[in-house]
């Protein structure tokens, strides 16, 4: 089993410096560890959470997120413990892939 890439999971106008983007992805990891990741859509991806995530977790990963990359489109509904992830411009969907794989607990390169 190979590894998972630490770096790169930056996009194209994200505007966090390393050390913020070792702490997104370590966020997003710890998400995804009790999370199920899917595609609805080229343009949108679930993550369904078998438990409530921490809070302050998710709080902070969702602020981090638009505050950097303001293409992305989140949305979490507690009732469902579902955080969706969405981009409106198909050349940003590659984006989704590197929210997905984190979520994952692997990266892929950019």
């Known amino acids: 089993m190979t590894a998972p890439i630490e770096l790169p999971m930056a996009i ?4 966090l410096d390393e050390i913020a983007l070792r702490a997104q992805l370590a966020r997003y990891r710890e998400l995804g560890a ?3 990741v899917t595609r609805p859509s080229a343009l949108e991806l679930a993550a369904q959470f078998a438990a409530e995530p921490d809070p302050e977790l998710l709080r902070i990963t969702i ?3 638009r505050a ?3 293409f992305f489109m989140l949305d979490y509904e507690p009732r469902e413990r579902r955080l969706t992830v969405a981009v409106s411009d198909r050349g940003r969907a590659g984006a989704l892939d590197q929210i997905q794989a984190a979520l994952n607990g692997t990266a892929i390169a950019a």
């Open 34 to 36: 009790g999370a199920s």
């Open 68 to 70: 950097c990359c303001s």
């Open 12 to 15: 194209a106008g994200c505007g």
């Open 63 to 65: 602020e981090t997120e």
